[in-house]
T-cell receptor, first 112, second 114 residues
Framework: EAQVTQNPRYLITVTGKKLTVTCSQNMNHEYMSWYRQDPGLGLRQIYYSMNVEVTDKGDVPEGYKVSRKEKRNFPLILESPSPNQTSLYFC???????????FGQGTRLTVV | AQKITQTQPGMFVQEKEAVTLDCTYDTSDPSYGLFWYKQPSSGEMIFLIYQGSYDQQNATEGRYSLNFQKARKSANLVISASQLGDSAMYFCAMRGGLANKLIFGTGTLLAVQP
């Protein structure tokens, strides 16, 4: 089954404790991205990757890091989480420019 | 800069009626794609329909159709014969530019009433 898998689905952590949210897709897609969803703001792009070893900042990259060492994986790293990073996070992948993005199930992160 | 605007924070519709969700966009790129996604209360993002900027006909997928008016830069979603299961948040999105970034509107919360 074609899918994007994020882990964990839910996470509560404390300020400053490094964490990683994993994202993996099995569709051989080149394009992957991370979004955060906050009430009233829709989904905002954090980082994206157009292929292996090619990553770039989205609209809200501060406080986040990513890596793309393999085509299928695109982890999101929060080196020192802060409460303003409490949000619902989505990973997405797509084959190309004018094709739909497939989304993971979301990770609800709470930083206290 | 690219932008998506959804001006309806929330809408009600009676079951079995049609409903139109508004979406306007702004871009200077000649080539772009427009998408609609549904997000039910469970949280997942479900792709509904796609319209390319060069497509001559409006896209349709079952009960969903996209009313694409290029000159007005609008891409409204029409849901025919609404069902209770259509109650969800709906997001309009656009992809374009050098990075083919997918940007989203703020969403419209649709409630279908029996």
């Amino acid at each position: 089954e074609a899918q994007v898998t994020q882990n964990p689905r839910y996470l509560i952590t404390v300020t400053g404790k490094k964490l990683t949210v994993t994202c993996s897709q099995n569709m051989n897609h080149e394009y992957m991205s991370w979004y955060r969803q906050d009430p009233g703001l829709g989904l905002r792009q954090i980082y994206y990757s157009m292929n292996v070893e090619v990553t770039d900042k989205g609209d809200v990259p501060e406080g986040y890091k990513v890596s793309r060492k393999e085509k299928r994986n695109f982890p999101l790293i929060l080196e020192s989480p802060s409460p303003n990073q409490t949000s619902l996070y989505f990973c997405a992948s797509s084959k190309g420019a004018n094709t739909e993005a497939f989304f993971g199930q979301g990770t609800r992160l709470t930083v206290v | 800069a690219q932008k998506i605007t959804q001006t309806q924070p929330g809408m009600f519709v009676q079951e079995k009626e049609a409903v139109t969700l508004d979406c306007t966009y702004d871009t200077s790129d000649p080539s772009y794609g427009l998408f609609w996604y549904k997000q039910p209360s469970s949280g997942e993002m479900i792709f509904l329909i796609y319209q390319g900027s060069y497509d001559q006909q409006n896209a349709t997928e079952g009960r969903y159709s996209l009313n694409f008016q290029k000159a007005r830069k609008s891409a409204n979603l029409v849901i025919s014969a609404s069902q209770l299961g259509d109650s969800a948040m709906y997001f309009c999105a656009m992809r374009g530019g050098l990075a083919n970034k997918l940007i989203f509107g703020t969403g419209t919360l649709l409630a279908v009433q029996p």
